[in-house]
């Protein structure tokens, strides 16, 4: 089992989760962004530098994952071409994706778009990243790890 990351729009202080993560429990992690990105010295964590464009690095992740793998992302179309490939998909704000949620969360996704192209005003967004979303991707990696990692 890999993790992969979504790492143009993850949080900084999601990355440095992960990063002990992986030097903790010995599995790969690997970042995939349009950028070029610092990260630790670590025989675990890795980057992979895609060029810019609409998906790119999406792309590129559903193209080398496999079974079993972890995605950390917050796009929703990208976590329900992972769960359709058998990997698994954890938002940074600690929602893991599964195969019962993902069709409602992609159906949702999808008409908020229709209603904002068709010109309806739509006020806010996300709220802000908070110290409880940091603490619940925290919880859910630590039992997502638990459950499927082998530790050293």
Not at 17 to 40: C, F, H, K, M, W
Not at 70 to 77: M, N, R
Not at 111 to 129: C, I, K, N, Q, W
Request: glycine share 8%.
């Amino acid at each position: 089992m890999k993790i992969w990351v979504d790492a143009d729009a993850c949080p900084v202080v999601i990355k440095e989760i992960l990063y002990r993560a992986a030097d903790r429990t010995g599995v790969e992690l690997t970042l995939v962004a349009n950028q070029a990105l610092s990260t630790p010295n670590s025989a675990n964590i890795k980057t992979l530098q895609v060029p810019r464009g609409f998906d790119v690095a999406d792309d590129e992740i559903v193209k080398r994952i496999t079974e079993g793998d972890l995605v950390i992302t917050g796009d929703i179309p990208l976590a329900a071409e992972v769960i359709a490939k058998g990997g698994h998909a954890l938002s940074p704000r600690g929602e893991l994706h599964t195969t019962e949620n993902i069709g409602q969360r992609l159906n949702m996704r999808d008409f908020l778009d229709t209603m904002r192209f068709s010109g309806v005003e739509m006020s806010g967004g996300p709220a802000a990243f908070s110290q409880r979303d940091k603490q619940a991707f925290a919880n859910n990696l630590d039992r997502f790890l638990t459950k499927h990692a082998k530790t050293e």
